[in-house]
């Protein structure tokens, strides 16, 4: 049984609990500076809506557009995404996006584009990533999360297009928006930092020539979406059945 | 007979230790300077990225699944002459894998997030299933071995022999697999390379079992009876030649694909130290001089034929995974068939890839680890299989 004395104490104990609790929320809504509360501050960390599965974000870019000498769209994705370190032997380094220049032995056409990751519907890097680091948006956008990559490079194996790069050396001086990281894999993330804030890819607004065309294909009032629909395009190893992001014309 | 590693060997066990341990601190420290200076010290890059590492962990997990072979043949077919060799045969089940997962973890681009791999798994990985499949196989071959050592519970022993003897196919189909379904590769995508790396893994893993056999009986001044022996090679043998069968499939198979002639055309006509390690190192070194060996009769009579064939067969395995892994690399992606390509990043150039020093100690340091790890148990614990010729002479198992 409890004694007189206790339940004085649990009681005063309550209110004093009950007051600091409308006491801290009261300073909560208290302002901090003119126009910052702390329940801004807070709300500041919460996840955004998120990537919304009604869009599928996709590129169509014409080669009979790219120039082969051009490499405008390299340079932009470097810039963007800080791919800035110098590397002893090529084959080491980085490329996010690179130009391919094609040639036809038989009939002599050549054709020059960009090669990125194609942000397949059924990406065969995110089927084998052991860890689940290598993912898919739901906005169809194809991303490493650095955060449990282990560097296994079992997703460069699976990967159809050679668009993924293994970070081969420590790096510095990185865009706080775009982290990478040594003995991490990463690929094109069609510049997500800059989609969610409704801009477009950098390689695309780089691009002299308007030879990159970016869009929602699952908004059949989009540019993108419609001209898919129209002309004829081509899927780069379209036989896997991949439903990719990106598609060419012209090839 | 002694059961353990010779006590009155006391000086060669600890040379033999020493070498195996300094062979495997190399390994560790080749590991911990490309852990630090990343991968750019290693001869692997962006278009050959699984490299001499992935060869060697490969080979010792294929083969820890195979040295178990001995010991099933035993226990869940109830072959007698195999039945002292089972804790042995399960003990190098256990240090293989161990020396496989110890590489390829230290090859990682971050080895440091070993709990991640644990702790985050996708089940539609093969790499992922690989976190139920080892942590499974160390747990069944130890509670085998045990019940194979403990006599009061060696009533268990044949069921927890046949979970191990299925677990053991099933994680080296995983392994097969890990090539076998992808899909972007001409070296791989086959259905055969599940049941190739299955047959791949009874010659290695007897192989291996034979040479750590033969070292343990050598320790102990002491010889395998010759009509054990006799059988013993005749199984590598029959194992060796179902290898080359598989390995004829996988090859007709890719060269029937129309779209594939150039990938085998590379591998096996022109593609530089590929054609010369596929007939020259796996065909030559590794099928035909050891089937050679162990039957030819005048090949027979040379000393320590059946140990020379062992080695040989390791030696193959090992130039055949160099090709399958490497090869299947530096053969670049044909992502539009019938073209010419050329890019800043070596689309459609032939990789040339070279292992640095940290990388060949990584490698080799696995063996060193498969060895000393098995050494030490053997010093300390009844391994060394002991045979009762005469009573198996008696009641006819010696041939059955």
Known sequence: MKEPQDLIDNKSRRNFVGTAAIAGAGLGTLALAPGLQLIQVSEANTPSAGASSKVRWGMLIDTTKCASGCDACVKACATENGINETVKDPRQGSQWIRKIDLKNPKTGQEHSLPMLCQHCEHPPCVDVCPTGASMKRADGIVLVDRHICIGCRYCMLACPYKARSLVHQPLTAQNPEVPRGQGCVEACTFCVQRVDKGMLPACVESCPEGAMLFGDLNDPNSEIAQRVAKEKTTQVRGDLNLNLGVRYQGI | ?400
């Open chain 2, 1 to 400: 007979m002694q059961t353990e590693m010779s006590k009155q060997s006391g000086q060669s066990f600890y040379g033999m230790a020493a070498i195996g341990g300094l062979i495997s601190l190399l390994g560790v420290a080749g590991a911990f300077y490309m852990e630090h200076h990343g991968h750019q010290v290693s001869g692997m890059n962006n278009q050959t990225f699984w490299g001499l590492p992935h060869v060697f962990a490969i080979f010792l997990i294929v083969a820890a699944s195979g040295v178990l072979n001995v010991a099933s043949i035993g226990t869940v077919f109830g072959k007698k002459v195999y039945k002292p060799r089972g804790p042995l045969s399960g003990l190098l089940a256990i240090t293989f894998l161990a020396a496989g997962l110890f590489v390829i973890m230290l090859d990682l681009g971050r080895a440091d997030r070993l709990i991640i791999a644990m702790t985050h798994v996708n089940w539609t990985s093969v790499f992922g299933w690989n976190m139920v499949l080892y942590p499974v196989f160390f747990g069944l071959v130890g509670l085998y071995v045990w019940l194979l050592m403990e006599r009061r519970m060696y009533a268990y022993a044949k069921t927890a022999g046949v979970a191990a003897f299925i677990w053991r196919l099933v994680m080296t189909t995983g392994t097969g697999s890990i090539f076998g379904f992808v899909v972007a590769r001409q070296a791989y995508n086959s259905a055969v390379i599940a049941p190739m790396f299955i047959i791949m893994s009874f010659a290695w893993g007897l192989a291996a079992f034979l040479i750590f056999q033969r070292l343990m009986f050598g320790c102990n001044n002491t010889e395998l009876h010759p009509q054990v022996r006799e059988r013993l090679n005749n199984l590598l043998g029959t194992f060796i030649a179902a290898v080359f069968y598989f390995v004829v499939v996988y090859h007709l198979t890719n060269i029937y694909f129309a779209k594939q002639t150039g990938f085998e055309q590379f591998i096996l006509l022109n593609g530089g130290i590929f054609p010369k390690l596929f007939w020259g190192g796996y065909l030559v070194l590794g099928t035909i001089i050891p089937m050679l060996l162990l039957y030819l009769p005048s090949f027979q009579r040379i000393q320590g034929a059946g140990i020379i064939a062992s080695v040989l067969t390791i030696i193959g395995g090992l130039c055949f995974l160099y090709v399958f892994i490497i090869g299947g690399q530096a053969y670049p992606l044909d992502m539009f068939p019938g073209m010419e390509l050329k890019s800043t990043f070596f689309d459609g150039h032939i990789d040339n890839y070279v292992p640095s020093t940290p990388e060949i100690l990584l490698s080799i340091g696995g063996f060193g680890v498969a060895f000393t790890l098995t050494l030490i148990v053997t010093r300390v614990l009844p391994f060394v299989p002991q045979d009762d010729v005469a009573k198996l002479q008696a009641s006819g198992a010696l041939h059955d």
